[in-house]
């Protein structure tokens, strides 16, 4: 079946290291999209990609990276300049550039900083 | 100003009853119109996109009001099922090409025997 995968699902950090979240996609969607959630705030969007080795930062950028060497991956780094970074990480694609369809969404990594 | 806005609720309904979900968004130029459902800690999943001739999808119906800029869902004959919180979702198209999801808030519904 294609979709989207997370790994991990739950990511303990301490302060000061960066960590990397994992998002593969075998939908062969050209777009992915990294947003993050926080209680009672909607989707934020960090970073997207529209084609395979270049990205874009989004409206909450700083703090993180991301690398998009092939079409089915698209990890996020947080790294220790992100000053609030625990959060529910929610990794997306689309067909492509104005999508009728919406985003399919991976499951989502919780990451807190401990 | 939010660029979506959404009453976040809760509402809390009996089953059986209708429910009605108002979103407005800023930007005029916003393209493509989604509802999304997500559950308690879960991803958002997507409900139906949104028409400006209105849509509907069994219990579900959406409506769009480009003039005023306000987006509507309407869910009949509620089940136990639909408690989870309802996003409403707006399109844009970027500058080089590519879309962009805003999101609200969302709003929480609980439907209660």
């Known amino acids: 079946d294609g979709g989207i995968t997370q790994s991990p699902k739950y990511l303990f950090r301490k302060e000061g290291q960066n960590v990397t979240l994992s998002c593969e996609q075998n939908l062969n969607h050209d777009a992915m999209y990294w947003y993050r959630q926080d209680p009672g705030q909607g989707l934020r969007l960090i970073y997207y990609s529209q084609i395979v080795n270049d990205f874009q930062k989004g409206d909450i950028a700083e703090g993180y990276s991301v690398s998009r060497e092939k079409k089915e991956s698209f990890p996020l780094t947080v790294t220790s300049a992100q000053k609030n970074p625990t959060a529910f990480y929610l990794c997306?694609?689309?067909?492509?550039?104005?999508?009728?369809?919406?985003?399919?969404f991976g499951s989502g990594t919780r990451l807190t900083v401990v | 100003r939010k660029e979506v806005e959404q009453d976040p609720g809760p509402f809390n309904v009996p089953e059986g009853a209708t429910v009605a979900f108002n979103c407005t968004y800023s930007?005029?130029?916003?393209?493509?119109f989604f509802w999304y459902r997500q559950d308690c800690r879960k991803e958002p999943k997507l409900l139906m996109s949104?028409?400006?001739s209105g849509n509907e999808d069994g219990r579900f119906t959406a409506q769009l009001n480009r003039a005023s800029q306000y987006i509507s869902l309407l869910i009949r004959d509620s089940k136990l099922s639909d408690s989870a919180t309802y996003l409403c979702?707006?399109?844009?198209?970027?500058?080089?090409?590519?879309?962009?999801?805003?999101f609200g808030t969302g709003t929480q519904l609980k439907v209660e025997l």
């Open positions: 979702v707006v399109t844009l198209i970027l500058t080089g090409g590519g879309n962009k999801l805003t």
């Open positions: 997306a694609s689309s067909i492509g550039p104005g999508s009728v369809y919406g985003y399919t």
């Open positions: 949104v028409y400006s």
């Open positions: 930007n005029s130029a916003s393209q493509s």
